[in-house]
C-alpha cells in the first residue's frame, strides 16, 4: 500500500505564491510519474501538471509560466509552486502517484483558496 501525504494548501492574495508538496511512502515499486490535479467546486477534476521519472514535465495550458512542478526522487516528494496565483486557481489540490507497474494512488487533497 501507498500513502500520500499532501501539504502546503492555505489561504493566499490574488498575486500570491504558494508551494505544494506530496510525499509518497510505503510499497512502492518503480514510479512513473507524479502529478498535481485539481478539483474547483461543480467542476471536473483536471490536470495542473505532470513529472516522470526522468523528469519531462507536462502542464495545463492555463498554468504555463506562473506554475512549476519539481521532485525529489530519493525522497518520492513531488513540489508545486505557483505563483501569480488567481481567484479561479481555488480548488482541492491532489496528488497523484502513477507506477510503472501496478496501482496509481491519490492523496486526500489540499485546499487553496485564493481570495482578497
Known amino acids: 500500500q501507498v500513502q500520500l501525504v499532501e501539504s502546503g494548501g492555505g489561504l493566499v492574495q490574488p498575486g500570491g505564491s504558494l508551494r505544494l508538496s506530496c510525499t509518497a511512502s510505503?510499497?512502492?515499486?518503480?514510479?512513473?510519474?507524479m502529478g498535481w490535479y485539481r478539483q474547483a467546486p461543480g467542476k471536473q477534476l483536471e490536470l495542473v501538471a505532470v513529472?516522470?521519472?526522468?523528469?519531462?514535465?507536462n502542464y495545463a495550458d492555463s498554468m504555463k509560466g506562473r506554475f512549476t512542478i519539481s521532485r525529489d526522487n530519493a525522497k518520492n516528494t513531488v513540489y508545486l509552486q505557483m505563483n501569480s496565483l488567481k481567484p479561479e486557481d481555488t480548488a482541492v489540490y491532489y496528488c497523484?502517484?502513477?507506477?510503472?507497474?501496478?496501482?496509481?494512488?491519490w492523496g486526500q487533497g489540499t485546499q487553496v483558496t485564493v481570495s482578497s
Open positions: 497523484k502517484l502513477d507506477q510503472v507497474i501496478g496501482a496509481s494512488y
Open positions: 510505503g510499497t512502492i515499486f518503480v514510479i512513473a510519474a
Open positions: 513529472i516522470t521519472s526522468g523528469g519531462s514535465t
